[in-house]
């Protein structure tokens, strides 16, 4: 089936260093979403875009999306310890079909 | 989040025997999911819903099956639980319409031993 990679598949920072993490897709992307699981928490839905080379930010959270629709970024700037957990991509490759996820990454900052 | 609640929130069986989750949620939204979270794998698709009997299967289907006899409930039965079965299960309702922002349940730990 369709996938969607993810890399890094684990990610330590010291705190108040920058994260990174990449969503890849083989095909186009009708839109792609991210979201954030806490240790021993359920997914939280962060953000969704749907343009080419659409940029969102919230706070220390900057969001890309690619011109070709089919990689996308989450970029943390000056993290904390309230960062940690594991961020999924999840991205649809036509309207209407399901969402598919990203392996995620896990992000483990040092106080 | 959005009403949504899983039961039970761990349960261990044995191999062999038929277990049901339950996922509930009050605010009348049409589209649910169930999903399974495995290291390694992230969050993989089971079975979902888009509405009062209406249910497709998802990537890993084999071995469940689902009911949406009411909007607000969407049941998960492992038909003879296998160990491979042994995962956490999530539910997941798209409060924004289909597949937009979905709002998760806190989840079901399941051990088949």
């Known amino acids: 089936g369709q996938q969607v990679m993810q890399i890094p598949q684990y990610q330590h920072v010291q705190e108040g260093e920058d994260f990174t993490t990449y969503c890849n897709s083989s095909?186009?992307?009708?839109?792609i979403q991210w979201y954030k699981q806490r240790p021993g928490g359920h997914p939280v839905f962060l953000i969704q875009?749907?343009?080419?080379?659409e940029v969102k930010k919230q706070k220390r959270l900057t969001f890309q999306f690619g011109e070709a629709k089919k990689n996308s970024s989450l970029h943390i700037t000056a993290t904390q310890t309230t960062d940690v957990g594991t961020y999924f991509c999840?991205?649809?490759?036509?309207?209407?079909?399901?969402?598919?996820f990203g392996g995620g990454t896990r992000l483990m900052v040092k106080p | 989040d959005a009403g949504i609640t899983q039961s039970p929130r761990h349960k261990v069986t044995e191999t062999g025997t038929p277990v049901t989750l339950r996922c509930h949620q009050t605010?009348?939204?049409?589209?649910m999911y169930w999903y399974r979270q495995d290291p390694g794998h992230g969050l993989r698709l089971i079975h979902y819903?888009?509405?009062?009997?209406?249910?497709d299967k998802g990537e890993v289907s084999d071995g469940y099956s689902v009911s949406r006899s009411k909007t607000e409930d969407f049941l998960l039965t492992l038909e003879s639980a296998t160990s491979s079965q042994t995962s956490v299960y999530f539910c997941?309702?798209?409060?924004?319409?289909?597949?937009?922002?979905?709002?998760f349940g806190s989840g079901t730990r399941l051990t088949v031993v």
């Open positions: 999840a991205g649809t490759h036509n309207a209407g079909n399901m969402l598919t």
């Open positions: 095909t186009t992307l009708s839109n």
């Open positions: 819903s888009y509405g009062v009997k209406d249910t």
């Open positions: 605010e009348n939204h049409r589209y």
């Open positions: 997941a309702i798209s409060v924004g319409g289909k597949n937009y922002g979905y709002t």
């Open positions: 875009l749907v343009k080419s080379g």
